[in-house]
């Protein structure tokens, strides 16, 4: 294979059989044995609505049953009986929608000003619960009647519960094999980056993740606790949800695998997308915050040093992507050093790939106040 190939970005693709095979596999492992999955945690997300919507149909029986004895108790007419009307299943779909139509809104409060959020994938991820929801009701109010709605209602809500999944599923397993620590949205990100770098990088986002033979560049410095990795994990996030192929790594961690010509694929029920093959390269902890009397925990020249050695061959894999470096607390000046230093090395034939330097900055007031402020001022 030769080298142009072999680093050219690929678009992340998920066949029905990835699914199904991700799908057995998630069902089959126990989580005492196996790393946690992301598609597994919905499943067992959507299963749990499902409950949810069972509980609500039982729930509002013992109402009406409980409504109907006291009625008679006290010599009034009765209620009408549960099973003769579908008052109850309407009570109980509406119940679930308004409880998803809350948490909506409560999600896309919480957004901060500096990203915009998504949204419409928040709005349908609270329609597919509520879809699961309603099915669980549908399916606690068929099985209070005879056999023929029992078993109709229960395998219709089969066929839409598993209807429903292929998408989502898909969407996970992205996300999931990007190897991200965490899930973080970019809303969500408090505001300790300049509004011009927050505009700038989303359009990286919205423009830059994607096959291409050369990606923008994107530098993040600052103090340890101003959220840098939360900040990386959001990019990573809104681009695998995107449906680009991301991958986060540390620095060390990459040094090694391009030195070593050899990717470490993870978990085996996960299974990472290869480095160089990603449209998007996350690279944490390129180096970290100065250590006791100022000593730097990577020097410049062993920074260049790592470039030029550790990657060998490998280095010009680097530019074919955007790539995001994330780098500790140091003066402007210094900041830009470095990120002209990582230009210089992910700069291909088509020419050098374009820059955005982003310094984070310590909150002046806790995260949950901060938070509560800006929901205030909105």
Same mark, same amino acid.
């Given at each position: 294979?030769?080298?142009?190939?072999?680093?050219?970005?690929?678009?992340?693709?998920?066949?029905?059989?990835?699914?199904?095979?991700?799908?057995?596999?998630?069902?089959?492992?126990?989580?005492?044995?196996?790393?946690?999955?992301?598609?597994?945690?919905?499943?067992?997300?959507?299963?749990?609505?499902?409950?949810?919507?069972?509980?609500?149909?039982?729930?509002?029986?013992?109402?009406?049953?409980?409504?109907?004895?006291?009625?008679?108790?006290?010599?009034?007419?009765?209620?009408?009986?549960?099973?003769?009307?579908?008052?109850?299943?309407?009570?109980?779909?509406?119940?679930?929608?308004?409880?998803?139509?809350?948490?909506?809104?409560?999600?896309?409060?919480?957004?901060?000003?500096?990203?915009?959020?998504?949204?419409?994938?928040?709005?349908?991820?609270?329609?597919?619960?509520?879809?699961?929801?309603?099915?669980?009701?549908?399916?606690?109010?068929?099985?209070?009647?005879?056999?023929?709605?029992?078993?109709?209602?229960?395998?219709?809500?089969?066929?839409?519960?598993?209807?429903?999944?292929?998408?989502?599923?898909?969407?996970?397993?992205?996300?999931?094999?990007?190897?991200?620590?965490?899930?973080?949205?970019?809303?969500?990100?408090?505001?300790?980056?300049?509004?011009?770098?927050?505009?700038?990088?989303?359009?990286?986002?919205?423009?830059?993740?994607?096959?291409?033979?050369?990606?923008?560049?994107?530098?993040?410095?600052?103090?340890?606790?101003?959220?840098?990795?939360?900040?990386?994990?959001?990019?990573?996030?809104?681009?695998?949800?995107?449906?680009?192929?991301?991958?986060?790594?540390?620095? #060390?961690?990459?040094?090694?695998?391009?030195?070593?010509?050899?990717?470490?694929?993870?978990?085996?029920?996960?299974?990472?997308?290869?480095?160089?093959?990603?449209?998007?390269?996350?690279?944490?902890?390129? #180096?970290?915050?100065?250590?006791?009397?100022?000593?730097?925990?990577?020097?410049?020249?062993?920074?260049?040093?790592?470039?030029?050695?550790?990657?060998?061959?490998?280095?010009?894999?680097?530019?074919?992507?955007?790539?995001?470096?994330?780098?500790?607390?140091?003066?402007?000046?210094?900041?830009?050093?470095?990120?002209?230093?990582?230009?210089?090395?992910?700069?291909?034939?088509?020419?050098?790939?374009?820059?955005?330097?982003?310094?984070?900055?310590?909150?002046?007031?806790?995260?949950?106040?901060?938070?509560?402020?800006?929901?205030?001022?909105?």
């Amino acid at each position: 294979m030769d080298v142009d190939t072999l680093c050219q970005p690929t678009k992340a693709e998920i066949t029905w059989k990835d699914i199904l095979t991700q799908v057995g596999r998630d069902l089959f492992d126990k989580e005492v044995q196996s790393a946690a999955t992301y598609s597994y945690l919905w499943i067992a997300d959507q299963m749990g609505h499902l409950g949810l919507g069972l509980v609500v149909a039982f729930a509002l029986s013992w109402i009406v049953a409980l409504l109907h004895g006291m009625f008679a108790w006290f010599g009034f007419p009765q209620l009408d009986p549960w099973l003769d009307h579908p008052w109850p299943l309407i009570v109980g779909c509406v119940l679930v929608a308004y409880w998803e139509f809350n948490a909506f809104r409560a999600y896309n409060a919480l957004a901060t000003g500096l990203f915009p959020p998504d949204t419409a994938m928040l709005a349908q991820n609270a329609v597919v619960a509520a879809d699961y929801m309603v099915l669980g009701v549908a399916a606690g109010f068929a099985w209070m009647h005879g056999t023929l709605w029992q078993v109709g209602v229960t395998l219709a809500a089969v066929v839409v519960a598993v209807a429903l999944a292929p998408p989502w599923l898909r969407q996970k397993i992205v996300w999931q094999k990007a190897g991200l620590p965490f899930l973080f949205r970019l809303c969500d990100f408090l505001p300790t980056i300049d509004k011009s770098a927050a505009e700038k990088l989303q359009s990286f986002i919205d423009k830059g993740a994607r096959a291409d033979t050369t990606g923008p560049v994107v530098v993040i410095y600052g103090p340890l606790g101003a959220g840098k990795t939360s900040l990386v994990c959001g990019i990573g996030t809104e681009c695998a949800f995107d449906g680009s192929k991301v991958r986060y790594v540390t620095f #060390d961690k990459l040094a090694q695998m391009a030195f070593a010509d050899r990717d470490d694929p993870g978990p085996d029920n996960i299974v990472y997308w290869p480095w160089t093959e990603s449209e998007v390269l996350l690279i944490d902890d390129v #180096d970290t915050d100065r250590g006791p009397g100022d000593e730097a925990y990577l020097s410049f020249d062993e920074f260049r040093g790592i470039l030029e050695r550790q990657f060998k061959q490998r280095r010009f894999c680097l530019g074919r992507r955007m790539s995001v470096w994330v780098l500790g607390a140091r003066p402007a000046e210094e900041a830009k050093l470095w990120a002209d230093e990582i230009v210089r090395v992910c700069t291909q034939t088509a020419g050098a790939p374009e820059l955005l330097l982003v310094e984070c900055k310590l909150a002046s007031i806790p995260k949950r106040s901060a938070r509560a402020l800006v929901s205030f001022l909105r």
